[in-house]
């Protein structure tokens, strides 16, 4: 046990986690790159949150708090700052992680893939405690979280990225905007659905002309400015 170990009171959870350490232990809690989605989110055509939802705990890769980002799990559940006070209350309370209803205080997750989950704003202690407790149960999913996953259209990206390649490569004068529109929300008690329409608008500096480009017309105006340009011959002038 390392000094940083000290102020954790020993429980059987930790204690199994250094006797039977688990082969994931030791990988490192990514980072939510903020910046990253920042870039992704004009191209978010569906935004689900619900507060009752269920994950594959062990499919929690990274989370928002710096703190804990490039730790292990294993370290996590050694440092955590309340690492301490939540071990105890898993020892007196095991069960609260096998409950089905809504989590109380809220453990909230993040993802763009469905796959990969981040921890948002609540729930980091518990998330590490759930994975250790989970892995020597043989359990995987963790019911009654909140999570918010935004479906990002891959292929709008790439289209645009595409879009704007082309425009750099041709050295053209251009001023290329992403805009998302609101196409209304679904939801009742419990979850929400906002559906969004990305769109390009692409301005010639030239001419001053606009033009909006969703996903079909983007790529047909990919198409035309992938052609090669016409070449201009000008025939020399027979002497008298």
């Given amino acids: 046990m ?18 039977e350490i688990p082969h994931w232990a030791n990988h490192k809690i990514q980072v939510w790159d903020e910046n990253q989605y920042r870039l992704l989110e004009p191209f978010v055509t569906q935004d689900y949150w619900t507060d009752q939802g269920s994950i594959n705990v062990f499919r929690v890769v990274g989370t928002q708090h710096w703190d804990y980002q490039g730790k292990t799990w294993l370290e996590f559940l050694e440092t955590g700052k309340r690492m301490d006070i939540n071990l105890a209350l898993h020892e007196k309370n095991p069960g609260y992680y096998q409950e089905t209803n809504r989590k109380k205080p809220m453990m909230y997750y993040l993802t763009l893939d469905g796959l990969n989950y981040y921890i948002g704003a609540d729930g980091n202690h518990r998330t590490c405690i759930a ?7 043989g359990q995987t999913v963790l019911h009654g979280v909140t999570i918010n996953h ?20 041709r050295k053209l004068l251009v001023n290329i905007d992403v805009q998302r529109i609101n196409q209304g929300r679904e939801d009742t008690a419990g979850w929400k659905l906002d559906l969004y329409q990305p769109q390009i608008v692409f301005e ?27 070449r201009r011959w000008f025939g020399l002038a027979k002497s008298a």
């Fill in 131 to 137: 994975r250790f407790d989970y892995h020597y149960r």
């Fill in 204 to 230: 010639d500096m030239e001419t001053l002309n606009k033009e909006i480009l969703q996903k079909q017309t983007l790529a047909s105006k990919i198409q035309l400015l992938s052609k090669p340009a016409k």
């Fill in 2 to 19: 390392n000094s940083n170990e000290k102020n954790i009171k020993p429980t059987g959870l930790f204690d199994k986690a250094h006797k």
């Fill in 150 to 169: 935004m479906y990002v259209d891959v292929e709008f990206l790439q289209l645009y990225r595409q879009l704007k390649d082309i425009c750099r490569e």
